[in-house]
């Protein structure tokens, strides 16, 4: 028992050091997420393997697609090789394992539930329009022709991972955890201390990351500032930043193996968010204000809240209020 504990010991030691660089050592904390305890092995979603797919054009597409997410910014980037569209970051940055992921923010349910109606553009999107709108707000670039060789090939790989996704369902461990909300408002002071502990080793003192030595693209993508996602983009909001982070980072970490508490997550989120990044004009989004999500961090609202609630929570209160909003409906 005691060699076992000490081999393990050793083990979680060197793989920290490998990760973090020796005076980094971070704590090694093990809880289960709220909302994923109930999971099962053999209920959550598995990407399909490319190996299944016979020599051929599509297959080559396919592998083309995986290569545009997982390299966006050696083609897409500000010196790529096809065309300058996008910040330099890749969408693997935030769609971990090329989209494959479990709580890595996968792929699984696009192609079961695209084309759908979403609140923040009030119409009907197809995958070309979702995808673009992760090139308009993450990569804070411009949209990717629709009927380019690149569109053609990031649509059909994405298809093709939700292949066996029955319509209209949404597989587990699709996109994010949802973590509870806290009690309090997250701290903007708190975060900066969780940044400087977990955080600065990859991304740095300024948030600005670390580039490749040949400036194709970053080893540690940008948290914050100018090359970073803008005010528009999916992680500008609190909870899809804290769930993004409990169950992917520091790096290395999995939804079942997160390194930090739920606290230290909503706090680090409310620390980056609050630092200078693109702009965007977002007057025609949320054309339905009351469709906003609780975190949307713009007003007007319908509740009453003021934004500063919005952005930093707390969100029970909105939430509450929301319900009996619609309950009064
Ligand atoms: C800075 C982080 C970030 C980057 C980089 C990024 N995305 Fe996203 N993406 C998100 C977030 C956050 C969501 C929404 C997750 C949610 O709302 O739960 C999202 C959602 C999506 C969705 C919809 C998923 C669904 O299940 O509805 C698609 C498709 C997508 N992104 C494609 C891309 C592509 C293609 C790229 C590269 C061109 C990219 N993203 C780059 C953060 C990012
Ligand atoms: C050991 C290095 C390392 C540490 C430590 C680390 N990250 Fe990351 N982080 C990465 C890498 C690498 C990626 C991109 C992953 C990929 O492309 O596969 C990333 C991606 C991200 C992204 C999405 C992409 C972006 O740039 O917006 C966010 C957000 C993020 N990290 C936040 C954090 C936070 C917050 C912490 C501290 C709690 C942290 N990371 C600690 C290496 C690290």
Known sequence: ?????????L?????????????????????????????????????????????????????????????????????????????????????LDAGTKLFG????????????????????????????????????????????????????????????????????????????????SASIENGKLVYEQKCTVCHGNEGAGITLADDSGYLYPPLWGQNSYNMGAGLYRLSRFAGYVKANMPLGATFDSPQLTDEEAWDVAAYVNSLPRPQRDLSADWPNISQKPIDHPYGPYTDGFEEAQHKLGPFKPIREKQKELSAAK
């Not at 028992?1 to 010991?9: K, Y």
């Open 1 to 9: 028992m005691v060699i076992a504990g000490l081999v393990l010991f």
């Open 11 to 95: 083990l979680t030691v060197v793989a920290s050091t490998l990760i973090l660089g020796p005076n980094k050592i971070i704590s090694w904390v093990t809880q289960t997420p709220k909302n994923v305890t109930t999971l099962t092995a053999s209920e959550v979603w598995e990407a399909p393997a490319l190996s299944q797919l016979q020599e051929g054009e599509t297959k080559k597409l396919i592998v083309y697609g995986r290569e545009l997410i997982v390299n966006t910014a050696a083609y897409l980037g500000p010196n790529g090789s096809v065309m300058a569209i996008s910040n330099g970051m890749n969408c693997q940055n935030c769609h």
């Open 105 to 184: 923010n996968n792929y699984s349910a696009v192609a079961s539930t695209y084309p759908k109606f979403r609140a923040r553009s009030g119409a009907e999107e197809s995958v070309e329009k979702r995808v673009n709108d992760c090139f308009e707000r993450s990569l804070n670039g411009k949209a990717l022709p629709e009927e380019s060789n690149q569109m053609k090939a990031i649509v059909a790989y994405i298809n093709w991972l939700g292949k066996d996704v029955a319509k209209g369902t949404i597989p587990k461990g699709s996109g994010l955890i949802e973590l509870p909300f806290l009690d309090r």
